[in-house]
């Protein structure tokens, strides 16, 4: 069989007219138009007076299309943008995205947080009347309906050169310290605070304005059942107590935080009779016998903590690379210990969710966290393009509309797509996002058209009809 010479009587030639490279920017905008987000913050961010003065609603709408598709500075942006202008007119150059950015100063952010968090409540309404409802969490086989899933955590940027607010990191890398909080039912970032390098991990201050900022993107969250999760940072008696003070007759609000072992909590593990031991859940609900779970709250007083907070432990078999991290006590009994902070006593709808077995589940399915961290690094963050800190900070912001966008799109075009409704950036630029396209003009309409033998174009088409039905808020 001949394996070479496929590439016989193949010319190249770059003179092609009417190709779009990366189509799914239609879907990416068209998702924007119809949530209401590009009209609403062209309302919030400052507008000019002359007769070229762009949209910068359009402008900061554009730039985040431009990062899903894979834009990692305003340079790329534009050039991927230009290539787009048969679509939606010529782009934005890099300096007036630049100025845009610029713009954004503590007053704006406050008016764009306050428009998100209005076409989010809007975009959530809709996305209860898809078939299937509101996607609510399942862990350990017991679906968490009604409960929005709240995590918290730190993650470090970076940098190659000094930039404001750059900074050595307590990993010894050199950078940003950004703390932000996820909704883990819709995978969307709900609040994000740019910080030093050297900022800490356990800051009361920072997570304090976190949370609330996150609090304030939850639709309806005054009367809502929430459930916040965070590592061992969040351990903080302010913290602990400010979440406790948050519930309310019409909001309950409960935790799961990690928490520092001490020696006081190393001498009431020794007291755990064997039999209080049992087995953990995986996530599907099936126990496994490599780690075990105990009630620790009646053997650990914490003066001066929350009223009814409860302490569960898990114990693992340490692995080669945490053996140089044990205690004397943990090298002793051959277990390496870890312990959680909770105010669950019972959650509502969800029978036998006091269980210390459960919990155990429902704290380390948490981890999911590192995936919303991962994915918006994919979508811009990886890098802060300026030496501003206050550009920087607008960029930060334009990612997170980014992961906004690529969630709703998702959520309201492809939830009867499997592969696609959870998928991450890597697998919608490859099957959606950077699927090319030709674009044609036809009795006064414009078409673009894609590859029959695609095997995604269905779910293009089908995700840009039902973006095209949603109704645009008022």
């Known amino acids: 069989m001949k394996v070479i010479g496929w590439d016989e009587r193949l010319s190249v030639k770059a003179d092609g007219k009417g190709m779009v490279g990366h189509a799914g920017a239609a879907l990416l905008r068209r998702c924007a138009d ?34 899903v598709l894979g834009a990692k500075c305003l340079l790329d942006a534009e050039a991927l943008l230009a290539h787009q202008s048969a679509l939606f007119g010529a782009p934005a150059s890099d300096s ?6 610029a713009a954004m100063d503590e007053k704006v952010l406050a008016k764009v947080a306050k428009a998100r968090a209005r076409i989010r409540r809007h975009v959530w309404d809709r996305v209860a009347l898809r078939p299937g409802g509101f996607p609510w969490l399942s862990v350990a086989s017991k679906r968490l309906a009604g409960w929005i899933v709240v995590d918290i955590d730190a993650t470090i940027i970076t940098s190659a050169s000094k930039k404001a607010g ?26 994000m605070l740019l910080r030093e390098g050297n900022a800490g ?14 609090l304030r993107q939850i639709p309806y969250s005054s009367a809502a059942k929430i459930l916040i999760r965070i590592g061992g940072a969040g351990a903080t008696h302010d913290l602990l107590d400010h979440l406790e003070a948050l519930n309310t007759k019409r909001r ?43 009630e ?24 080669a690379r945490q053996l140089k991290k044990l205690t004397d006590f943990e090298k002793k009994t051959g277990w390496r210990y870890a312990i959680t902070a909770t105010n669950v006593r019972h959650m509502w709808g969800i029978a036998g969710s006091h269980q210390p077995q459960w919990l155990d589940a429902l704290a380390r399915a948490r981890a999911q966290v590192e ?14 393009p300026s030496q501003d800190w206050t550009v920087n900070r607008a960029w930060m912001l334009t990612c997170n509309l980014a992961a906004d966008l690529d969630a709703w799109t998702r959520l309201l075009g492809l939830h009867d797509h499997a592969d696609l409704a959870d998928a991450e950036p ?8 950077h699927l090319p396209a030709k674009l044609t003009r036809h009795a006064r309409r414009r078409w673009l058209t894609l590859s029959r033998t695609w095997p995604w174009h269905d779910a293009f088409t089908t995700c840009w009809q039902h973006l095209g039905k949603l109704p645009v808020p008022s």
């Open 34 to 67: 119809r949530t209401g987000l590009t009209g609403v913050l062209g309302k919030v961010l400052p507008r000019g007076t002359g007769s070229g003065w762009r949209d910068r609603g359009q402008v900061v709408v554009m730039l985040a299309v431009a990062v």
């Open 252 to 294: 309950t609000v409960r935790y799961l935080v990690g928490w520092k072992m001490t020696d006081a909590d190393e001498q009431a593990i020794a007291l755990l009779p064997a039999k209080t031991w049992s087995q953990t859940l995986t996530q599907d609900g099936d126990a496994v016998n490599t780690a075990h779970v105990a």
């Open 166 to 191: 750059a900074a050595a990191t307590f990993k010894r890398t050199f950078g940003f310290h950004p703390l932000a909080a996820w909704c883990a039912n819709t995978q969307e970032c709900l609040a």
């Open 426 to 433: 890597a697998t919608m630029r490859y099957r959606l996002y």
């Open 201 to 214: 991990a356990n800051t009361v201050a920072d997570h304090l304005r976190v949370l609330t900022d996150a």
């Open 96 to 101: 007036t995205m630049r100025r845009a950015l």
């Open 296 to 319: 620790l709250t009646d053997l650990s007083t914490r003066p001066g903590w929350p009223d009814g907070m409860r302490l569960l432990v898990r114990r693992t078999r340490p692995s």
């Open 371 to 384: 995936d919303r961290v991962r994915c918006n690094k994919a979508m811009g963050l990886h890098n802060l």
